[in-house]
């Protein structure tokens, strides 16, 4: 892979404000789905789904989600080789992107606009439908536009750099989404219903994530910076295959699962922590979620000068084992909270600078260790296979986070009474169930060779080094 033109800083900025609509919509489905369809009775909100077990512990919602992560697991290895087959006049991956956004953005907005009467099957119906359709949208867009950035970023410690940038993006626009508390405040004090409330926050979130994944897809004209890129030829089996042959993709991927599933327990259990086991009111919460994106976004630098200097895994594995005992701490969170009466904003705000640190690596550094590994397996092999390895790792992901909803769900639920679907031990539970798979994460990322993939990038820039960016 060449390019025949070097890509300006403003153009790759640009292409990630996709990221900004990306914790927007992340944050809408991944801190709120829960919340607002299996609510508890604090949040006023009114029980829109059927609340029957499926076998007696599967929630409807579980089964919405689980169900629905599989199917969008299972379209991004196509997705994937569909890109990087294209040979469309406007390149390999931004027709995806183009196509793609207005959908991502309408199916995340009608998922919270069921229609039906409370406890209607048929709004059962209607969330599964716009929950699947909004994760074939978010495949079609993102697995395309991640395959791009090792092509239009060659050098690893630049591509670190653009990733913090695409990471304070991101943490940016939930760390406006962990506000949605307040401006669902500001709603219910105008007079509407909870509700309606939460409904004009997340069209408000629609509209401006929309206006950032179109800024994304125009940023530039993918031709004119990548004219010269080997597109394979083997049948969509047979790349899937090749992937897996790669034993560092493997051993990471499995580690990075591990640290996804972790975080989805946290974070769609989040709100249920910050209001219902620290007992914080619901408006108060963004402040707790606010000092956790702060101190992220300060530990940026430090991140970003120890992973240039020395490795990127030395610092995963110290946030694995750090996330897997404040995870185990939330299992005593109101054990806690009654040591500190009349101080449980302080104590959640601590909380939140507690995980700063290690949310910070692994919201940036994966992104940028996986795209070291394709990187090192194109060099290697003279393919580029950035879609297929993308959505590889992508699909693993995915059916474990669809695993993950199920538990969580199912998990909160513990000793629920007739008509409840959260328990207090149910929030509880949920820590220990992320603090095992932190620590699976952390096992996996010391097995991790990184000292292999990067000698590869390096022999690589040192036969040419006219190739940088």
Known sequence: MQNSNILPRGKIIQYFLADIAKGLFNGMIGNYLLYFYQPSEASGLPNLLPSNKILGFITIMA???GVSKVVDAV???L???WSDKCTSKWGRRMPFLRASAIPYAVCVLLIFF????????LNAVWVGFFIVMYYVAYTLYFIPQRALIPEIIPDPKMRVGYY???TVFFMGSSAVMYA???FVN???NAGFSPLWSWRLVFLIFAV????CLLASAFAFNEKKYLQHTSIPSDPFIQSFKSVFKNKNFVIFTIGDLASYISMAFFQTTMIYYIVDLIRIPESQAFFVMLAAIVTAIACFPLILHISRKYNKRILLIIASFLFTALFFLIYFGDSIVSLMPGRELLLGILMGIAVAYPFAAINVLPQAVVSDIIQADSLQNGVNREGIFSASKSFIEKIGYAIAMVIVSSVLAIGAAPGETVTLQGIKLTGLFASGFSLVSAIFFVIYDDKKVMSIIKKYRQEQPGDKN
Do not use: N, Q, Y
């Open 208 to 211: 401006v994530g929309l206006i």
């Open 114 to 121: 069921a229609p039906f009467a409370a406890g209607s099957v």
């Open 75 to 77: 379209t991004d290895p």
């Open 63 to 65: 089964l919405i989600t």
């Open 186 to 188: 500001l709603f219910k």
């Open 164 to 166: 913090a940038i695409s």
């Open 79 to 81: 997705v994937a080789d």
């Open 180 to 182: 949605a508390t307040l």
